[in-house]
C-alpha cells in the first residue's frame, strides 16, 4: 500500500509541475515593475518564482509563502514576486540554476546575491498539495533563518 501511495504522490506532483509549467509558458502576463532594487547587506529575500497564471496548489503556495516571510519581517526579511514567463526575468533562470517554478531564499552581501538555497519543489508541492501548512512553514522557516545566519 505504501509503495502505490508514494507512486501516485509523484504522478501528482509531475502532473502539477507540468500544468502549471505549461499554463506559464503559453501565457504573456504583464511585467512586473519596480521589485528587483538593490539590497542592503545580510538582508534576507525570498522570491516567489512563478507565472502569473497557476494552480490552486500554485495560489496556495504563494500565500503559504508570503505567510511564513511575514513571520520574519521583524528581522528583515523581504518577499518578491517574481514572473518568470516574463523575459525581462529570464536571468535569474540561469543565475539561480533553476529547473522549474521555484521558492529561493537569497542572502545578500555587498550589494550581490552571496548564498541562496532553492526549496526542494517536490516536497514543497506535497507538503501544501496534502494541506500540510504547518509542516511547510518549518521548512521554509529552517530556510530562512539558515540565511539569516550568514549563509556561506
Known amino acids: 500500500m505504501k ?3 508514494i507512486i501516485a504522490h509523484a504522478l501528482m506532483y509531475f502532473v502539477v509541475a507540468s500544468a502549471g509549467f505549461l499554463a506559464g509558458k503559453y501565457s504573456r502576463p504583464a511585467v512586473e515593475a519596480g521589485k528587483n532594487g538593490s ?5 534576507v529575500v525570498t522570491y516567489f518564482f512563478m507565472g502569473k497564471k497557476r494552480c490552486e496548489t500554485c495560489t496556495n503556495l504563494e500565500k503559504l509563502t508570503k505567510q511564513t516571510v511575514a513571520k ?11 514572473d518568470c514567463d516574463d523575459e525581462t526575468n529570464k536571468h535569474y533562470i540561469e543565475e539561480l540554476k533553476l ?3 521555484s521558492v529561493v531564499v537569497s542572502v545578500f552581501k555587498d550589494g550581490q ?11 514543497a508541492f506535497m507538503l501544501v498539495a496534502e494541506s500540510k501548512d504547518k509542516q511547510f512553514d518549518d521548512y521554509l522557516s529552517a530556510e530562512i533563518n539558515n540565511m539569516l545566519g550568514g549563509g556561506k
Do not use: H, I
Open 99 to 101: 529547473e522549474s517554478k
Open 72 to 82: 520574519f519581517r521583524d528581522r528583515g526579511v523581504r518577499y518578491r514576486f517574481v
Open 39 to 43: 539590497v542592503e547587506d545580510g538582508v
Open 3 to 5: 509503495k502505490k501511495t
Open 113 to 123: 546575491r552571496a548564498d541562496w538555497s532553492v526549496l526542494d519543489m517536490g516536497e
